[in-house]
């Protein structure tokens, strides 16, 4: 054989040889890697069953979380229904609940307080006027506020600046104005406004929608003091009113009437006053001879009304 042709068959030999060398080293290696260790396996089987353990666990710790958020919402609710309820027990218990009191046209000074506790009685509330009105009445400032706070008596607020009590307008244009006197004397939130609406006064159910629409819309509540009989043109026009203004306007009536007398001989409550209203009050006799006072009962529902 010629020297040229074995050099020739030796490469071919060689380009044959070495593709096929490194194909079986390839394969070996990855046969090698598919064969694991037993060891190694069980460690990925365990692995595998914690991951899987600590899902079941998740779950469980979700579901359990889940039935304690639904007990705490239960127990939160079941809490929220028995605060109505007392609530409302509470209410009913200050509908059962009686105070004496007084009202005056005259400025409360400490002689007239003096007068009324030593002749008659400490009362629980006393009724006084918004603003002056020349020939009937002082109006409330803040040092008789003072005084009466000081001896733990609370203040029924009134506004008797009304001689005519028909319109609407002109029951906004009212209750605006003593909405105003309210807030001069810093009257909080809350406290009813009761106005006084005389026999003798023309009044009717448009009025009083604007008297109790403008209060309810203010910080204050709507009230209404009058003779609450069947002959007199209030009890009409106050049960012409719609449906929500009657039922939540505040009420105290002067009817019927009875004679003065002490704290301790007061009579028993019998205030009468529109069906289905909030009638809290009851002046049952006025123009108290000893001092210038009238006398009054209250259901105890008032004392959420009164400053």
């Not at 029951?171 to 004397?185: N, R, T, Y």
Request: glycine share 6%; with cysteine; net charge negative.
């Amino acid at each position: 054989m010629r020297k040229y042709e074995l050099i020739t068959l030796i490469s071919l030999v060689l380009v044959i040889a070495i593709p096929v060398l490194i194909l079986f080293v390839y394969n070996s290696q990855e046969t090698t890697e598919q064969a694991k260790d037993p060891k190694t396996e069980e460690t990925d089987k365990k692995n595998q069953d914690s991951e899987s353990d600590n899902k079941d666990e998740d779950k469980d710790n979700k579901d359990n979380n889940g039935d304690s958020n639904k007990d705490s919402n239960k127990e939160d609710q079941d809490k929220e229904e028995d605060k109505n309820k007392n609530d409302e027990a509470s209410k009913e218990d200050k509908s059962n609940e009686i105070h004496w009191g007084v009202d005056s046209a005259s400025y409360t000074d400490e002689e007239i307080l003096g007068c009324v506790v030593d002749n008659y009685g400490k009362p629980v509330i006393w009724g006084r006027y918004l603003g002056e009105k020349e020939g009937i009445s002082a109006g409330l400032d803040s040092e008789e506020v003072k005084l009466l706070h000081d001896n733990d008596i609370k203040i029924l607020v009134i506004y008797n600046h009304v001689e005519d009590a028909r319109g609407h307008d002109n029951g906004v244009e009212h209750a605006k104005q003593a909405i105003s006197m309210a807030k001069d004397l810093e009257i909080p939130e809350g406290v009813a406004i009761f106005v006084d609406i005389e026999p003798e006064y023309p009044v009717d159910a448009a009025f009083m929608e604007g008297w109790y629409t403008t209060l309810a819309d203010s910080n204050y509540e709507p009230g209404v003091y009058g003779v609450f009989s069947e002959e007199n043109e209030l009890l009409h026009a106050y049960n012409d009113m719609e449906k929500e203004a009657s039922e939540n306007t505040i009420v105290w009536t002067a009817y019927p009437q009875e004679e003065i007398t002490t704290k301790e001989d007061a009579p028993e409550y019998n205030p009468q006053g529109p069906e289905n209203a909030k009638t809290f009050g009851w002046q049952y006799a006025i123009d108290g001879e000893t001092c210038n006072i009238d006398t009054n009962l209250f259901n105890g529902n008032m004392m959420d009304f009164v400053w």
